[in-house]
């Protein structure tokens, strides 16, 4: 009866790692799910990645040859996909250059630590937007922001076996927080984790 029993609580150990595994997809938002569990907002861990060094790196890492960093995604939101449409502009205010301007409050929020500034009204069907990188370039897949006083423009950064070109830098991307630009918003979203960053 007591092996019985064992196997039981075994097999259902097991399978409960499995549906935890695959609700989080990867090892990148299971890291970042640990972080959180123990305490910590996304704004915490977005903040605490942006504040540590891109330029010098401890002994494991170097013997490593990577480091650790949070990684997100950002994409060209379209305004068929918020019923809002206010809710359109703070998510292009999020993820891009505002072609009209920005509000002058910072009135688009997640919680009450993170606030950025909604875009002035545009007309997405004439006007340009989120068609740049702070590179010039157009944005597109294998392209990255980074902060460039570590990362170079145009120098490739190697993240989960997949090498991207450095086009962008943002006021929130600094130290070892990253920016994946993704075509689909979806995937962009998904992309949050924490990952390994070959040392160039």
Known sequence: MRKILLTIITSLIIISSFVFWYRFHNLHRFRLL???ISGNSLD???ADYAQRNCREFSDSEINQGRFEALVTGYCRPQASDFPQRADFLCAVGLNCSCPAGREPSNNCALNSVSAWSACLDFNDQT???CHQTATLAKPGPGQIAADWSCFAPKS?????GHDYLVTDKGSAIKGRRFDIWFDNCDQAFQATGIYDVVIP
């Open 127 to 129: 006007s340009d937007y």
């Open 44 to 46: 915490e861990i977005k």
């Open 156 to 160: 490739t950064l190697s993240i989960d």
């Open 34 to 36: 640990t972080k959180m």
